[in-house]
Nanobody, 124 residues
Framework: QVPLVESGGGLVQAGGSLKLSCAAS????????MGWFRQAPGKERQFVAG????????DYAESVKGRFTISRDTVKNTVYLQMNNLKVEDTAAYYC?????????????????WGQGTQVTVSS
């Protein structure tokens, strides 16, 4: 059973918005920090945004700062990534991940659980 399930990806024009969701399945991640990563074809997976276990602290890659917002709903056991003013270069598969240590980390090797990803395609 995949512990994290992403949804909300799709095709959008540049300048548009999408909201990704990451729902926990079969377990709670209330004490984990959560992160969003993305991987474009031919490129390495990169950190996009992270939120700590309480939701009180967030971190963003410079390329998305001011456009993307990460949040979490501990009751629903769900993490969100609101993406505004999307650019063609945001096109990638987006992955949700959980880190049991509770504080935000940018390194993908620090994360213990991963979803299967959702595709975001931004057209010009």
């Amino acid at each position: 059973q995949v512990p994290l399930v992403e949804s909300g990806g799709g095709l959008v024009q540049a300048g548009g918005s999408l909201k990704l969701s990451c729902a926990a399945s079969g377990r709670t991640f209330s004490s984990h920090s959560m992160g969003w990563f993305r991987q474009a074809p031919g490129k390495e997976r990169q950190f996009v945004a992270g939120v700590n276990w309480s939701g009180g602290s967030t971190d963003y890659a410079e390329s998305v700062k001011g456009r993307f917002t990460i949040s979490r709903d501990t009751v629903k056991n769900t993490v969100y990534l609101q993406m505004n003013n999307l650019k063609v270069e945001d096109t990638a598969a987006y992955y949700c991940a959980a880190n049991r240590k509770g504080w935000i980390r940018r390194e993908e090797g620090e994360y213990d659980y991963w979803g299967q990803g959702t595709q975001v395609t931004v057209s010009s």
